[in-house]
């Protein structure tokens, strides 16, 4: 059982399979082949990586343990996300609720077992807690935030420059709320942002160089070359906040429903919801309602509650909140004709890597539960038992609206086909069809032992892999496969049946045999 399913975390199960401690491939012959050397660069070379701590525990962790390190990790990550999040709720009456919203919240269901680097949110809460409540911006907290920054980043590309800007918006509403002098706190990011340029820069120096100043290994892709349309494609949408996840067991109809029809309304930015990453943005209609009831708590009760000290704190992270959402939001949107742009477009022009705005839906969360934490306190309920009744309710209710059910995959065994291909001795090349199964080929390398060419993702000057994939179907395609070197094609009887038959055609391919799923096919010489 793999928890996650053929995601993103595919390379991770495979390199616990073929590979020895530490950073080596268990069989010579894997290291002959460019694909995998390039697919696997992390796990060989984490240290040369964009993110060398979190590189170097999975790549040392799956040689060890072996197929079972992707479910350890996710349980892992689980485990100290509720502790740390516990550790700092705690200090709230209610902080079990808060902690346990934080630790199951949509973002954590939606990359669980598929992106090991976005789980560490725990960090998050250690980080909150140096800031929380009277934070004394001293250059020696500017420092110490920025080592914490620094460390988040060597695991997390994304948390770590999230949470640079999640400490520069708390700044930014420390000043708007005049809580801090502007002398004091100038002081206080020239030290926070320098020494957490100095310290990424030193540690990614070997990722840089390799990116940057040297020629890359051949076949390297570089994984932070984003595009503007990538922006706009993962960055979230308003109503992203009210719509649950179609794959929610209570709301899934009317998810759909909902997002049918604002597609219908031929918005340009109407359809481009993507599961992978916008179901993150979704808290719970309970959870949203229960918040804005404890809000305008605090604004009818704004003058008995002026100058009370839970009252600025519980402003100060709705207005961080506030400002974390504009971050989210596309690059621009067109209103009556006029294009409006949005912080998104700036903050794409600093940094062009990180694209999937949706992620700060985690940091966005930690901001409202801290509001919410800060709020509640001023409100008195005669009845105690009532409130704690109304937040075990806000609790289980959350945790089902908020529930996105992850991907389970269970080997049920090894197709025929691999297990025909990993009988023969020679270490041959072979491609799959449809691109589709590329996945699924990658997963049972251990079992066929052959060289891959299109694994998904792959490029260098020769092909890109899915577009050799897509041109197999045509007589040019098919002989510059045949001039890679490939031995076999192996086409699955998934594909369309035009497909099908023109592969069956072909004089240049001979049947080897057939399985029940596919047909393998060998390149005439």
């Not at 294009?339 to 409202?368: E, G, M």
């Not at 001795?425 to 996945?439: E, G």
Request: a positive charge.
């Amino acid at each position: 059982m793999l928890i996650g399913g053929l995601d993103d975390q595919i390379n991770l199960v495979v390199w616990s399979l073929i590979s020895k401690p530490f950073f080596s491939f268990a069989h010579d012959f894997f290291s002959r082949s460019e694909t995998l050397n390039v697919t696997f660069l992390a796990y060989l070379r984490p240290l040369d990586s964009n993110e060398p701590l979190t590189w170097f525990f999975i790549s040392s962790l799956a040689s060890l343990v072996g197929y079972w390190a992707n479910n350890i990790i996710v349980l892992l990550t689980l485990v100290l996300n509720f502790y740390f999040s516990h550790l700092f709720f705690k200090k709230f009456k209610y902080g079990l609720v808060f902690s346990l919203i934080f630790t199951f919240s949509s973002y954590f269901w939606l990359h669980l077992g598929k992106h090991p680097d976005l789980g560490f949110v725990w960090l998050l809460p250690v980080i909150v807690k140096k800031l929380d409540a009277d934070f004394n911006y001293s250059l020696k907290n500017g420092f110490m935030l920025a080592f914490y920054a620094f460390l988040l980043s060597l695991m997390s590309n994304y948390l770590g420059f999230f949470l640079v800007l999640f400490v520069g918006l708390f700044v930014l509403c420390d000043l708007l709320l005049k809580v801090q002098s502007i002398k004091k706190v100038t002081k206080f990011c020239v030290v926070f942002i320098t020494s957490y340029i100095l310290l990424i820069v030193t540690a990614l120096m070997p990722y840089i160089k390799i990116n940057y100043f040297n020629a890359p290994p051949q076949g390297y892709i570089n994984p932070l070359n984003r595009s503007y349309d990538d922006l706009v494609s993962f960055s979230s949408r308003p109503w992203y906040h009210f719509i649950p996840s179609p794959k929610n067991p209570v709301y899934k109809e009317l998810s759909q429903n909902l997002l049918s029809r604002i597609e219908g309304t031929g918005y340009f930015l109407a359809d481009d919801y993507f599961q992978g990453e916008h179901d993150s943005m979704f808290f719970g209609y309970f959870f949203l309602v229960s918040y804005l009831s404890v809000v305008i708590y605090n604004l009818y009760e704004r003058k008995r509650l002026n100058n009370d000290k839970n009252t600025n704190i519980h402003r100060k992270y709705l207005l961080l909140a506030f400002f974390l959402f504009l971050f989210t939001l596309p690059p621009f949107f067109t209103v009556f004709g006029q294009t409006l742009y949005t912080p998104s477009y700036l903050l794409f022009k600093i940094a062009p890597f990180f694209r999937v705005t949706s992620r700060l839906s985690i940091f966005i969360l930690l901001a409202l539960l801290l509001s919410f934490s800060y709020g509640l306190k001023n409100i008195v309920f005669k009845n105690t038992k009532i409130l704690s009744f109304l937040m075990a309710v806000l609790l289980v209710v959350t945790l089902v609206e908020s529930y996105v059910p992850p991907k389970i995959y269970k080997n049920e065994g090894t197709p025929g086909v691999y297990k025909y291909l990993g009988q023969m001795p020679t270490f041959d090349k072979f491609v799959v069809y449809p691109y589709s199964m590329t996945k699924e080929a990658l997963y049972f390398l251990p079992e066929h032992k052959k060289d891959l060419l299109n694994i998904r993702g792959f490029s260098n000057s020769t092909y890109e892999s899915q577009s050799l994939t897509e041109r197999l179907v045509t007589d040019e395609g098919l002989l510059s496969t045949r001039d890679l070197g490939v031995r076999y094609l192996l086409v699955f009887k998934n594909a369309p049946t035009e497909d099908l038959v023109y592969f069956s055609e072909q004089r240049g391919l001979i049947l080897e045999r057939e399985f029940d799923n596919s047909y393998l096919y060998y390149f005439k010489k």
